[in-house]
């Protein structure tokens, strides 16, 4: 059995329950593989867990000199904050005005970009103070966001991933991210994490690892009951969010209105 189509759903149809569901199961669950590139799956492992704001509709996650930037979504709430991991309380705070629905954010050679959802608006920002010291404009919808060192590198909830020139803002190359042969829809936050886009999949528990090269997934792991069901609520969202700490080697994780931020480990699942 293989997928036999894509599914395209856009965030305009959250409150519905998309079609795609059980085929993204299938496509996740199948002990299948690249001809080229076998698919490693992981387990994780929770090595530490810290205090996440559960007012916060998280959009994107960056970490960088030991400050955590959050963006974080909803009209008339979008923001952007800093942080320690230790202490939840922002050491800087921006609201975006209420026109804007925040979305990923990076950090690219001293400067701190953000993306908003349908408004083809972009923001750029003085890390240390969140001072906002520019804008620029991009086609479509922006959903996560992350760089290579080079260029910025953006999802649009569809199985393609834009890199972007940081300074004109046009687009270098598209990449469809595949599985299989058969593309990979909704992809949201990311990250970039020792060569490979780490990408959470939009109303899902998968992270999928993909090489930047030729769009394959190479990794996938199934954050199964992460957050467990005594931290959850009816205002509870979805798994959304992927930092890396470069020079711990930490790999943090939260989701939407989450108390909670992760910081796991990953574990190749051996076969017998």
């Known amino acids: 059995m293989r997928l036999a189509s894509s599914i395209t759903v856009t965030k305009s149809m959250m409150k519905a329950k998309y079609r795609g569901f059980s085929l993204l199961v299938y496509l996740f669950t199948c002990a299948t593989s690249f001809a080229a590139q076998p698919v490693i799956e992981y387990q994780y492992q929770i090595v530490e867990q810290f205090q996440h704001d559960p007012q916060l509709f998280t959009q994107g996650l960056e970490f960088h000199d030991g400050i955590l930037y959050e963006s974080a979504g909803q009209r008339g709430a979008s923001q952007l904050l800093s942080r320690t991991l230790d202490n939840p309380t922002p050491l800087q705070q921006h609201s975006l005005d209420k026109r804007y629905f925040a ?8 400067q701190l970009y953000q993306l908003t959802w349908q408004a083809q608006q972009g923001f750029i920002y003085n890390p240390s103070t969140l001072e906002q010291t520019a804008q620029f ?6 959903w996560g966001l ?15 991933l834009q890199f972007i020139d940081p300074v004109s803002f046009k687009t270098l ?4 991210v595949t599985f299989e ?3 990979v829809e909704k992809l949201n936050e990311l ?3 020792n060569g490979l886009i780490y990408a959470n999949i939009w109303q899902s528990q998968w992270i999928i690892m993909i090489d930047p090269d030729n769009g394959q ?9 992460i957050l467990p069901k005594h931290q959850r609520n009816p205002k509870t969202d979805v798994l959304n969010g992927i930092a890396y700490d470069r020079a711990k080697q930490r790999l ?6 989450w108390p909670t931020l992760f910081h796991i480990s990953l574990t190749p699942i051996t076969k017998d």
């Open 146 to 160: 992350t760089n290579n060192g080079e260029a910025l590198i953006m999802s649009n909830g569809s199985s393609q």
């Open 191 to 193: 990250e970039w994490v």
């Open 173 to 176: 190359r598209t990449l469809t």
């Open 217 to 225: 997934v190479v990794g996938k792991v199934f954050l199964k009951d």
């Open 252 to 257: 943090l994780v939260t989701g939407k209105y």
């Open 181 to 183: 042969n058969n593309p």
């Open 103 to 110: 979305e990923g954010i990076t950090l690219l050679k001293q």
């Open 137 to 142: 404009t991009i086609t479509g919808e922006g």
